[in-house]
């Protein structure tokens, strides 16, 4: 009977458990769907500030110049890593670690948010300028706060490029580590409906001028790329978490069926002995 109470001890854990890991999947479940709608809703905003920014570079890049535009020669890097403050999120935070050690150089100094590569990069040895902890759901003062920080960094000429590590946001099941240059910024090429880069026809009237109108727009590109990236890691996060507790509470009810089934057994075999020993008993009595 020993045995019977611990597979009962331990039927009673796993569905402590269970319970535990659904109230948790529900959690993420309901954190997902709105940090999914604001990270969704944020690319058409970026998509337009790129095409100003294309636009500019196309056809007035002999007129305009700004401090956020110069390209250096050196490799001084620094390199804002997003990740987690918990756990619980699957292999998300591993995928990180191990973009971030491919793609940056073994000198970059990091700014960090999120307590968990914070602590892999600490253990690392790599020196860590600033940490930032970033509220849930993500505010733009808080964004602003980081890319002004990391605007200061590069026009000091303290470093020569700054990148960010952060995971885009596909869907609820998929989740890509991902690198992007945010300094010196880089107007990305604009393309029409077929993929093709587009030609140098002007899509935009600038006024006053050019050159105003990037001088305004360039911090408000760093400041909402810190921004995006910040939206992207966090719908992320909470998909990941879901999805994870999501197949621990799965794992949980089959665990659940097959003690219950080695319950039944040990509790049958234990019944059948006892039958056994009362027609024995009987038997030696006739």
Excluded: W
């Amino acid at each position: 009977m020993a045995n019977l109470r611990d597979i009962r001890r331990r039927i009673k854990s796993v569905k402590n458990t269970a319970q535990i890991t659904r109230a948790m999947q529900l959690v993420a479940a309901a954190k997902m769907k709105k940090a999914q709608d604001q990270a969704l809703a944020g690319r058409e905003y970026s998509s337009q500030l790129n095409a100003v920014l294309s636009d500019i570079a196309a056809n007035f890049s002999d007129e305009v110049s700004h401090p956020l535009l110069e390209v250096r020669e050196g490799n001084r890097e620094l390199v804002l890593v997003v990740s987690t403050d918990k756990g619980l999120c699957g292999p998300l935070n591993t995928n990180v670690a191990k973009k971030l050690r491919a793609t940056t150089s073994d000198t970059a100094d990091y700014v960090t948010v999120g307590r968990k590569l914070r602590i892999m990069l600490e253990k690392t040895k790599k020196h860590i300028l600033a940490d930032y902890t970033v509220k849930d759901p993500v505010p733009f003062a808080d964004a602003r706060s980081i890319a002004g920080f990391l605007t200061k960094q590069f026009t000091d000429g303290n470093y020569d490029k700054v990148s960010i590590v952060y995971t885009r946001f596909v869907n609820t099941l998929t989740q890509v580590p991902e690198v992007i240059q945010l300094l010196p910024v880089q107007p990305p090429e604009q393309s029409d409906d077929d993929g093709a880069i587009a030609g140098d026809t002007s899509e935009h009237l600038f006024e006053p001028s050019p050159a105003e109108v990037l001088a305004s727009i360039l911090p408000l590109y760093v400041n909402f790329q810190v921004y995006q990236a910040l939206l992207e890691a966090r719908a992320t996060e909470h998909s990941a978490r879901m999805v994870a507790m999501k197949a621990a509470t799965d794992n949980a009810k089959k665990f659940i069926k097959e003690l219950t089934l080695q319950y039944n057994k040990v509790r049958q075999a234990a019944i059948t002995a006892e039958l056994l020993e009362i027609t024995t008993a009987m038997k030696a009595m006739e």
